[in-house]
């Protein structure tokens, strides 16, 4: 059933990305209006976010997304941390003590833009939505009786209304700007790096899990196995420019110093990333909303930008249903900004620091005490299932709806 226009009822959603599309389907297949705007002339098609956690396969099961998705990615029984001198086995953490907790034991690596493309399908065939590419919003404002957004597209600028604004737009969110809303935190000095190859390490290093964490003092790094190619995430000085990260040498050194191989490697895709831990004061302002990075964000160790957005989108679409359809009072969008708040700066962002710390440190005692801790979680099966299903995002959903 489609609602009456008339109704207030109408939302805009800024960002076309993972978040901002769940947002969509979850309240156009309710009935409710939903005009959608993306600046891009089309979704984007990247490799910066690639993992689905087991809390968010249960999430998007409830949409009927999954088996398409699954079939396009990897699924990942355990996660490992190694050693980077020999690549020894530090620990490793099976998805399998999650069978009681989750339809779905494992991480599943599939890149995002596969999620973006079977959501705008849907949404694409629904007559109470519009998805306007193109559209870049430069600023938002409310009144008592809705929001509006100026709209630019080719050139041409025009003010949109409607009744709720949800901002999905990323860490440079036009519309959190334009609210005056901090987004507080801080940069880490250095950057990561991210280089793709179809070399298959697989082959050389026994029994290596497509998602590992490799621990060394110097230069860490992140191993994870998408479909088809190899992720390989170090970290990179601030004082090292963009254009000698990129160049063809360093590429290669960085790549060669991880594993000796006779010839060059083949890589597909170099990106650079300037990491963050922010999140915003509020995530509701009145009529409007944040969501995904425009609310929060993180590094990206662990996986939880994407994870935690889509959260935000489930747990914000059931409130403002409540609230469109059955006439609930407003303020249970208040208890989404303080749940999902308490969520980023409890939660995903202690999770994603803690990755990055065990990773680099280089004190041999600290970290030797560290590694060891580790190692004796993942051989204690009540530790293990803890440091899982936090590492899965499972404890925060729970934690979540502990915040009234």
Not at 30 to 52: C, K, P
Not at 141 to 153: K, L, M, P, R, S
Not at 214 to 234: G, H, K, Q
Not at 321 to 335: K, M, N
Request: proline share 3%; charged share 25%.
């Amino acid at each position: 059933m489609i609602l009456s226009a008339s109704n207030k009822n109408k939302v805009a959603i800024i960002g076309a990305g993972p978040v901002g599309l769940s947002l969509a389907y979850l309240l156009a297949k309710e009935g409710v209006f939903v005009d959608l705007f993306e600046s891009n002339d089309d979704l984007s098609i990247d490799l910066r976010a690639s993992t689905f956690h087991p809390s968010t396969l249960d999430l998007l099961d409830t949409l009927g997304v999954n088996e398409e998705l699954i079939a396009q990615g990897n699924i990942v029984p355990a996660i490992h941390f190694r050693d980077r001198k020999d690549f020894s086995l530090i620990a490793e953490f099976d998805f399998s003590a999650l069978s009681a907790d989750t339809k779905f034991p494992y991480r599943l690596q599939c890149e995002q833009w596969k999620l973006t493309k079977i959501l705008r399908a849907r949404l694409e065939a629904m007559e109470n939505v519009n998805l306007h590419f193109s559209s870049r919003v430069e600023n938002a404002g409310q009144t008592e009786a809705g929001i509006f957004i100026d709209v630019v597209n080719q050139d041409e600028s025009r003010i949109f209304q409607a009744d709720w604004l949800i901002a999905c737009d990323g860490v440079g969110s036009a519309v959190r700007k334009s609210l005056n809303i901090d987004y507080e935190g801080f940069f880490f000095p250095e950057k990561f790096f991210s280089i793709s190859t179809p070399f298959e390490y697989a082959d050389h290093i026994q029994n290596l899990s497509h998602v590992t964490y490799i621990a060394d003092p110097s230069e860490w790094c992140l191993m994870l196995r998408a479909p088809d190619l190899w992720r390989i995430m170090f970290p990179v000085p601030p004082e090292e420019s963009d254009e000698e990260t990129k160049s063809d040498r360093a590429v290669q050194k960085r790549l060669q110093g991880l594993m000796h191989y006779s010839s060059d490697y083949e890589v597909k895709h170099k990106t650079i990333y300037r990491v963050q831990h922010r999140v915003a004061s509020t995530y509701r302002l009145g009529r409007v909303l944040l969501a995904g990075d425009a609310a929060h964000a993180n590094n990206p160790l662990g996986g939880m930008g994407l994870n935690s957005g889509v959260h935000d989108a489930f747990n914000l679409a059931d409130k403002l249903l409540q609230v469109i359809l059955h006439g609930a009072s407003d303020e249970l969008l208040d208890q989404y900004s303080r749940q999902r708040r308490y969520v980023s700066m409890e939660h995903v962002n202690s999770q994603a620091a803690q990755n990055k710390e065990l990773l680099e440190s280089n004190e041999r005692s600290v970290r030797q005490a560290k590694l060891d801790d580790l190692r004796r979680r993942a051989e204690d099966p009540k530790l293990a299932r803890e440091y899982i299903l936090k590492a899965s995002l499972i404890t925060s959903l729970k934690s979540a709806q502990e915040v009234q």
